[in-house]
Each structure stands twice: as structure tokens, then as C-alpha cells.
């Protein structure tokens, strides 16, 4: 369980390193500098507490699996803002700046971003069963 919860940060750090890489294309900076924060290790980490939801949803079709996984996902990311910001005054991301935003914490618009995210996590927590991590 150790296990798979550092894989799942790690490549939520990975994940969130190409996303902030892409955006500064989009922004024409030719160096591509994506970034992370120490603090999304353990968020990301997190989706460990997919792992349940994805066995009892894996003989849905897609569409209803990515949206159950942009719910949850959204639930986890406002909950860890929120817990940040109230007890360390500091949450790594801000949103507020966007239309589509509650409370600066997720971003609506990005709902196609996690639910994609949502089906690669099905794909490496296949992938760990099938090597029995």
C-alpha cells in the first residue's frame, strides 16, 4: 500500500510537470518549464483512495468512470486546499483569477484534465495489480 501511494505521487508530480510544460508552450515560452511542489506529493498520493472506487466501477463505460474520477478528484483537490490554506495560510495553487473557480480552490474548466487524469490512474492501478505491488 506504501508502495503504490509513492507511485501515485510520483507520477501525479510527473503528470503535473508535463500539464505546467504544455501551458508554457501555450504561453510561447520556448524553455518549457513545467513545475510542481513538494506539497502535491502526498495529494497526488492520494489516489490510492481511487483504488476501491475503481473496482466497483471498472465494468461501467468510460464516460461515467471519468466522471465519477473528476468528482473525486475535485472533492480531494478542494479538501486539501482548504485544509492548507486554514492551517498553514498557503494552499500551492490559487485559482481565484479564473471565472470557472470556487473559492480560488478547483478550477471547473479543468474538468476534462482530470477526468483524463482519471483514466491513466485506472492504468496504473491495473498496472500495479498485474505486477502485484
Known amino acids: ?25 501555450v504561453r510561447g515560452e520556448a524553455e518549457l518549464r513545467g513545475w510542481t511542489y513538494l506539497w502535491m506529493f502526498p495529494i497526488y498520493g492520494l489516489a490510492i483512495l481511487m483504488e476501491p472506487i475503481h473496482n466497483q466501477i471498472r465494468d461501467w463505460p468510460f464516460y461515467l468512470r471519468g466522471i465519477v474520477y473528476v468528482f473525486f478528484i475535485f472533492m480531494i483537490e478542494y479538501t486539501t486546499g482548504w ?26 474548466d479543468y474538468a476534462p484534465a482530470w477526468f483524463a487524469a482519471g483514466l491513466i490512474f485506472e492504468k496504473i492501478h491495473d498496472l500495479l495489480l498485474r505486477i502485484n505491488i
Open 1 to 25: 500500500m506504501i508502495t503504490r501511494f509513492f507511485v501515485y505521487g510520483l507520477a501525479g508530480w510527473c503528470m503535473e510537470i508535463f500539464w505546467t510544460g504544455l501551458g508554457s508552450l
Open 83 to 108: 485544509i492548507l490554506r486554514n492551517t498553514i495560510s498557503l494552499c500551492p495553487w490559487d485559482y481565484s483569477h479564473s471565472a470557472y473557480s470556487i473559492n480560488g480552490l478547483i478550477r471547473l
